[in-house]
Every structure is written in structure tokens, then in C-alpha cells.
């Protein structure tokens, strides 16, 4: 079975679509629980036409990753749902935009309380601290919105240049201007 990592800085978890819960589970919860309140909360990156994602648990423990450092995620909104197990410390923390002007709080801190979850812009630096004890276990879904990051790659800040990729790949679709994606006409009808 293919076992990749859950992303680039993460080297424990599981990709949730190598377990095939993208069609029972991810796809369902993106588009019929959480677009309601993306929509609501994040109008100007796509909330209400994030068509992807990237989903995965992360796991922190003594003897594995400790922490994870600050980083934006490759996500336009991204949600974060605490597991459990048990565990001490290892609270998410939040700093600036990444390319925002806006002034905001320059840190703050978020204590995981198990089975409850956050959503927060993907582009907003943030990071784990290191947990004391036990171990740590996160739902992590990255949701994209291709309307968005067709035009600018979130994390290159330039014209996606598109490959082929497999499922969802990064999130991209079409060949941008000549040819726009379905999803331009779902988001206006929203
Ligand atoms: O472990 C966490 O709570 C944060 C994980 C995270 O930021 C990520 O995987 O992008
Ligand atoms: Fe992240």
C-alpha cells in the first residue's frame, strides 16, 4: 500500500486518500458541512468554491516529531481538528499573514481541546509547539479553491506552471484564463 508523508514537514501520519476516505468522508464534509461556513467566514479565498484537499493526520510523539515549525500551508482554508490522544502542551500557535497587509496580532496561542477543531486561513503562518508528554493526533484538511490559486500559486506567489498529477494533485485546474474552470460557475451562483 502506498504510504506517503502527509506533507513536506510532517514525517508522521497517514494521507487520508490512501486509505480511500476522500469519497465517503472528505469530499462530503468539505462540500456539504464546512462550504456553509467557509463561505460565511472566508468570502475572498474561494469559501464558498473550495473544490479540493489535501487530508491527512498528523502525529507528534516523545520519540518522533516533537513540534512543527512556522510554515503556510499550501491550502486557501484549512481545517485542524484535534484527535486526542492524550498529551500534554504542543498548542498551535498563529503569527502574521503571508502576504497581507493587514495588521494582526503578531502571536497567538491555541491550547487543542480533543474533538473540537479550528478553521484558519491556510496562508497565515503558524506552527505546533512541542508537546511535553503522550502523544498527539490531528486532523488536518487543506482546502483549495482552484478559482483562486488558478491565478496565483499560493506558494510560489507566480502563474502556476500545471503537470499532470493523480486525484486532486495541488488543486489546480484547467489552463487557466484560455480555459476556466466548471467551479467559476458554481461559485456565482453561490
Ligand atoms: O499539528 C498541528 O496542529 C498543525 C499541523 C499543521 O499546521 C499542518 O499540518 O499544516
Ligand atoms: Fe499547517
Not at 502527509?6 to 469519497?23: A, H, Q, S
Not at 509547539?129 to 487543506?142: A, D, F, T
Request: with cysteine.
Amino acid at each position: 500500500m502506498p504510504k506517503g508523508r502527509p506533507n513536506t514537514m510532517n514525517n508522521y501520519g497517514v494521507l487520508l486518500n490512501e486509505l480511500g476516505m476522500d469519497e465517503g468522508f472528505l469530499t462530503p464534509l468539505r462540500e456539504q458541512f464546512l462550504r456553509p461556513i467557509t463561505a460565511l467566514l472566508y468570502p475572498e479565498l474561494g469559501g464558498s468554491c473550495l473544490d479540493s484537499h489535501r487530508a491527512f493526520v498528523v502525529k507528534y510523539s516523545l520519540h518522533e516529531d516533537l513540534d512543527l515549525s512556522s510554515h503556510y500551508d499550501n491550502a486557501e482554508v484549512t481545517l485542524n481538528v484535534s484527535l486526542g490522544k492524550d498529551f500534554t502542551e504542543g498548542n498551535l500557535y498563529f503569527e502574521d499573514f503571508y502576504k497581507d497587509p493587514s495588521p494582526v496580532p503578531k502571536y497567538l496561542e491555541v491550547e487543542h481541546v480533543g474533538a473540537q477543531g479550528l478553521l484558519h486561513r491556510g496562508g497565515q503562518i503558524h506552527g505546533a509547539l512541542p508537546i511535553g508528554s503522550g502523544e498527539r493526533w490531528n486532523l488536518i484538511v487543506w482546502m483549495r479553491s482552484s478559482l483562486i490559486r488558478n491565478q496565483l500559486c499560493p506558494m510560489c506567489n507566480s502563474k502556476p506552471q500545471l503537470v499532470e498529477a493523480e486525484g486532486f494533485g495541488d488543486g489546480f485546474t484547467g489552463t487557466l484564463e484560455e480555459d476556466m474552470p466548471e467551479t467559476v460557475d458554481v461559485c456565482a451562483l453561490w
